[in-house]
């Protein structure tokens, strides 16, 4: 508004024009009318006594205009500290903590794990203590032992002490561990920007796999031009997203005497399996071959249950076998985009979909994971895939040759990582995979974080399992010495243990423990340049995500708790290593889906990739359904210890001017602090 002023001004227009300056807010608002002083006709614009005086209040309509805008910013900022203030002391107040979370986590072992962080968070305030006592009496960090011993005093000798035993016992041993963690820090960077140059090059040439033919998709092809698909859709209590996912699959383009679907019911819950039935039982009147097929004791989880149904007499007839987890809903075509790319490959064992996201922006939460996802799929899956034929089965969205499992043993219960145990053991046999990043399936992200942090649980735990059980055999196979290489030191011991490993020891434990052992240093570059370009590179396949590059820095640091504990559980066989809890649905679909449903099956009640637009009407009109919803928030004590951890070791940096430390504890501090009172997510019954 004001540079339209000052150019009337320019142009000579004379002060007769009366000046409205009107600001609004959604608690206030100004309106003021001034009349300008009559200028004489031919003096110049803005001259004279009118002219200054005009041009006085329009600066101060402008700075009142400024200050406003401040005034509103600052009511926003306080109103958000309010509300995330409200949401702690509500925590806080309803007392539910992670000692009584659901089964997924060893309690002998997170007793023994929170103790040890609550010894150490207790000897980080009496040493803080100490250092602040020892700063006021003028013994700064650059102050000699023998000067200090020179001084009078109990306190003085027993500081001395203290400097004497950190020098020769504490500083040593924590220089040597972070040095040690340091290195492995710089391998795995190493290791993450080799992959991104490989990504960049797969880019640059075009690198893709191709289907030698892509087969027949006119509609009048006979079944015969058709292999034939068995679709299977393991499901257990997931009474959100069954509809979701049985309509989606009974929708895909592919002849229906080609191919049948199996969905695989473990559910527990006598309703939520009489209605997956009577799903399944509609489709079948509607001429789909689909079976359905129930396990009333669930051995082995989901490697039992996709086990059992491989039993079946009639798996002979079939060629290739598809799995979609229950929230997942592939695009009609997915089968005619991804069987074609086995013909003249006799040697490909699994064609692998990447995964997109239905609620990707529904919260901080989901933003986070849709980078480490995104990073997961476009780096790591499509390079691995493109020069070694190699990588991890995704346990969904995959398209599997049946002889290629028979020929690796079958499904085992022996891990809860049954997806990464069957890639392994069909690697070691020579089969090889295939990777589509243009081909995506949607599915649901975790938008708890007490969903998230059981997946995690079971994902990291999992593969160390996998790693103990499978190390004799990768070093009995046949496959060549450099992919017995990769397949013990970088996709096992690099990826899966050493990340979290050092991710935790080196930000969680050493880094604190330095502000309080200075003899013992830790760079700076280590501390904030090389995380920062690593989450720069982590970020890149999801170039809308930059905005929230600090916060998946500082949440990666956060979740490393959670991924060492994993680690630890899997590695040394802990109780916790063979829980399965399944990840809580909650059954959003994209709008896409729902109009391409509507459009497509008006005349019929019938559920595609979506739930039916009838449904969600009565849903958006019942508000008693809604409102019987409830948000359970836990607190986590780990993450709350940790958080007090940092920032009683922030404030110790301080002291020493340590000014990039100071700042990435207390950022790193506040982010333990959001998790541990559960405000990144939320959890709903």
Known sequence: ??????????RGNGGGTPVVVKMENPNWSISEVAAAEEVAPGSPAGGGKAGRGKNARQITWVLLLKAHRAAGRLTGAASAALAVAAAARRRVAAGRTDTDAAPGESTALRARFYGCIRVFLVLSLLLLAVEVAAYLQGWHLEMELPRLLAVDGLFAAAYAGWMRA???????????LTNACVVLFLIQSIDRLVLCLGCFWIRLKGIKPVPQAAGKEDVEAGADDFPMVLVQIPMCNEREVYQQSIGAVCSLDWPKSNFLVQVLDDSDDATTSALIKEEVEKWQREGVRIIYRHRVIRDGYKAGNLKSAMN??????????????????????????????????????????????VNKDENLLT??????????????????????????FNGTAGVWRIKALEDSGGWMERTTVEDMDIAVRAHLKGW?????????????????????????????????????????????????????????????????????FYSFTLFCVILPMTMFVPEAELPAWVVCYIPATMSILNI????????????????????????????ISGLFQLGSAYEWVVTKKSGRSSEGDLVALVEKHSKQQRVGSAPNLDALTKEESNPKKDSKKKKHNRIYRKELLLSFLLLTAAARSMLSAQGIHFYFLLFQGVSFLVVGLDLIGEQVE
């Not at 790693?467 to 899966?496: A, M, Q, T």
Request: hydrophobic share 45%; aromatic share 18%.
């Open 312 to 357: 079946c007499s009639y798996v002979k007839d079939y060629e290739f076998v598809v799995i979609f987890d229950a929230d997942f809903q592939p695009q009609p075509d997915f089968l005619k985009r991804t069987v074609p790319h086995f013909k003249g490959k006799d040697d490909v064992g699994l064609v692998q979909a990447r995964w997109s996201f």
């Open 166 to 176: 950190r020098l020769e016992y504490l500083a040593p041993p924590l220089q040597f």
């Open 432 to 500: 090889k995979f295939l990777f589509l990043n243009d081909v995506e399936c949607q599915c649901e992200l975790p938008e708890s974080y007490e969903a998230y942090r059981k997946q995690q649980h079971r994902w990291h735990s999992g593969p160390m399992q996998l790693f103990r059980l499978c190390f004799v055999d990768i070093i009995k196979s046949k496959i060549g010495f450099w992919k017995k290489c990769n397949l013990i030191f970088l996709f096992f011991l690099l990826r899966k243990l050493i990340l979290p």
């Open 1 to 10: 508004m004001a540079p339209s002023w000052w150019g009337r001004e320019a």
């Open 540 to 567: 890149l396949p999801a170039p809308k995500s930059f905005p929230f590059i600090v916060p998946y820095l500082l949440f990666e640091n956060t979740m490393s708790v959670t991924k060492f504990n994993a680690m």
């Open 367 to 392: 933003r986070l994971q849709n980078i480490n996802l995104c990073f997961h799929f476009e780096v790591e899956q499509q390079v691995n895939g493109a020069f070694l034929n190699f990588f991890g």
